[in-house]
């Protein structure tokens, strides 16, 4: 069967992107940036979800380039989210890197994909299923012929003040609070991996759904569980620091105060 003609093939089209640049500047980075995008999501051997991604592609540009082709960019992202295509997960963002410069014939790239992250989440009592959404985040780049990746997940958790409780007859003041880890694995490591290890340090972790047996559990659970914004992040530090799958990681954490009218804040970041 033939192929259709198309203009392009019918009357020559000057490729000006493809011409030459006098002024000797290297560009670092140039491309696209938030484009919104469907794409297939895969945490390790986890099922593969849909979502919807804002996506930045970029790509190293040579002195003596007068531009890149920025259709072949989203020509990249639209073949991932035709039906059928391979997930993207964290294991195959060197795949997409590769791939990236290779049909740009660049020297290098970098690929920014956020996007929301949902858990079916069982309540702690009464079992009742709903989801949570986490956002997350992934970077991969080639510069120099070396590659280097990042995964950040940000996770919505409850802390209840070990000083409110200390010196309150009763109660205590509680909030929510959010906790972003952010680290450059020398392995692919899961994003639920990194969420559970934020929940596990959080005085108490939240559900979508809450029976009035699940709220009972999650107060006091929280309760037996105070956290300052420091616990927070030395908490979740200290489990990375200790795992030699990280080169680098960094923790944040933000306590929206319950009884002021402005945040706790905490930062540890290490080998960056």
Same mark, same amino acid.
């Given at each position: ?21 006098? $002024? ?11 484009? $919104? ?11 593969? &979800?849909?979502?919807? =991604? ?5 790509? =190293?540009?040579?002195?003596? @380039? ?35 410069? @290779? ?64 010196? %309150? ?16 694995? $020398? @392995?692919?490591?899961?994003? $639920? ?19 009035? =047996? ?23 530090? %200290? ?22 009218? &402005?945040?706790?804040? =905490? ?6």
């Amino acid at each position: 069967m033939n192929r259709p003609e198309t203009p392009d093939r019918l009357i020559p089209i000057p490729d000006v992107q493809a011409s030459r640049d006098e $002024r000797h500047l290297a560009i670092d980075r140039v491309g696209i940036k938030g484009l $919104r995008y469907p794409l297939t999501f895969a945490d390790g051997e986890g099922e593969a &979800h849909r979502t919807v =991604a804002t996506c930045a592609v970029y790509v =190293a540009l040579p002195e003596e @380039q007068k531009g890149t082709h920025m259709s072949r960019l989203v020509a990249l992202l639209e073949e991932r989210a035709t039906p059928g295509a391979a997930p993207l997960s964290v294991a195959s963002l060197r795949g997409f890197v590769d791939e990236l410069v @290779q049909r740009l014939g660049a020297p290098g790239g970098r690929v920014e994909i956020e996007f929301p992250f949902f858990v079916r989440k069982l309540a702690p009592v009464s079992g009742v299923a709903s989801l949570l959404d986490y956002d997350v985040r992934l970077t991969a780049e080639l510069a120099g012929g070396a590659f280097t990746s990042t995964l950040r997940v940000s996770a919505p958790v409850t802390s209840l003040c070990p000083c409110s409780k200390e010196i %309150s007859e009763y109660g205590a003041h509680n909030q929510r609070s959010l906790v972003t880890i952010e680290v450059r694995p $020398r @392995q692919p490591v899961g994003v $639920r991996e990194l969420l559970r290890v934020a929940e596990d340090e959080a005085s108490c972790e939240l559900y979508g759904i809450l029976k009035r =047996a699940d709220e009972k559990y999650v107060t006091e659970r929280a309760y037996d569980n105070p956290r300052f914004v420091e616990d927070l992040v030395r908490g979740v530090a %200290s489990r990375l620091a200790a795992d030699a799958r990280f080169a680098a990681f960094t923790v944040e954490a933000e306590n929206f105060e319950s009884i002021h009218n &402005h945040s706790a804040y =905490a930062r540890i970041a290490r080998g960056w």
